[in-house]
């Protein structure tokens, strides 16, 4: 289950993006470990977006899950690594209160072993990227 640092929550009063860092591998392909994402306060969430929101039975614990379906309750997320587990298939609806914010975009950080000019350039035009929303999110759900 990816665990973010506290940073994300950090001024989200007073400010309307923060930032997190992704660890572990439940949102592998979208997200990996050492990831950093720009995070939005405000505004509605939707099927399908990637948000950061507190463990329902481990409050401290910060992670980033797929909202794949509005239930009673609240929102039914989902990693995107059906393999890592950590979402609502073990702990069930999140509810609303719970979600801090949405995913806008992710900064991958440079690994050390891209030296080449073809590596740096390859990661030059990947680094930065928009988080988007998968409208298949329900699909998958279905197939679960």
């Not at 309307?16 to 995070?39: I, K, N, Q, R």
């Not at 801090?100 to 000019?117: A, C």
């Amino acid at each position: 289950m990816p665990e973010l640092s506290q940073d994300a929550e950090r001024g989200r009063a007073d400010q309307p993006f923060g930032w997190a860092e992704v660890t572990g591998p439940s949102m592998v392909p979208t997200l990996y470990h050492g990831d950093l994402l720009v995070v939005w306060h405000r505004g509605r969430i939707r099927p399908g977006d990637v948000v950061v929101l507190r463990h329902p039975f481990q409050q401290d614990l910060l992670v980033v899950k797929r909202a794949a379906e509005k239930r009673e309750g609240g929102w039914w997320v989902l990693g995107d690594n059906a393999y890592a587990g950590g979402d609502s298939t073990d702990y069930g609806v999140v509810p609303d209160e719970l979600i801090l914010g949405k995913v806008r975009l992710r900064y991958r950080p440079r690994k050390p072993g891209q030296r080449s000019p073809f590596a740096l350039a390859r990661w030059a035009l990947s680094a930065v990227r928009p988080v988007l929303a998968d409208r298949s999110a329900s699909k998958r759900l279905r197939a679960r």
